[in-house]
């Protein structure tokens, strides 16, 4: 399973970005997929989930409100909607990947998966 994420770049405060995540190979080896995030000094931080079959989310609280996800399993692909961008939000944003042999974990850990992309820059000024 690859995973290439995609669609980060510079903005300004207050601006919306999408991120895209699309999985290749042995597709049908994942059922979850998120998105996480980590800053210089900073650890990798969950950020949203998205269940493949029922489509069920979950957003951390620190972005509730501003940031979405969602999917489209037809494509293998996976979205994180980030509005109203803010200057602490810039961060390498990465996307990854569950399968059932991870599903006794928390969802919320990087432990808690399998394959991960190689990140993409969100660069927000002020």
């Known amino acids: 399973v690859q995973l290439q994420a995609s669609g980060g770049g510079l903005v300004q405060a207050g601006d919306s970005l999408r991120l895209s995540c699309t999985v290749s190979g042995r597709t049908f080896n994942y059922y979850v997929m998120a998105w996480f995030r980590q800053s210089p000094g900073k650890e990798r931080e969950f950020i949203a989930r998205?269940?493949?079959?029922?489509?069920?989310?979950y957003v951390s609280d620190s972005v509730k409100g501003r940031f979405t996800v969602s999917g489209d399993n037809a494509k293998n692909t996976a979205y994180l909607q980030m509005n109203s961008l803010k200057p602490e939000d810039t961060a390498v944003y990465f996307c990854a990947a569950r399968s059932l042999s991870r599903r006794f974990l928390s969802s919320e850990a990087q432990s808690g998966y399998d394959y991960w992309g190689q990140g993409t820059q969100v660069t927000v000024s002020s």
């Open positions: 998205i269940t493949r079959s029922s489509g069920e989310t």
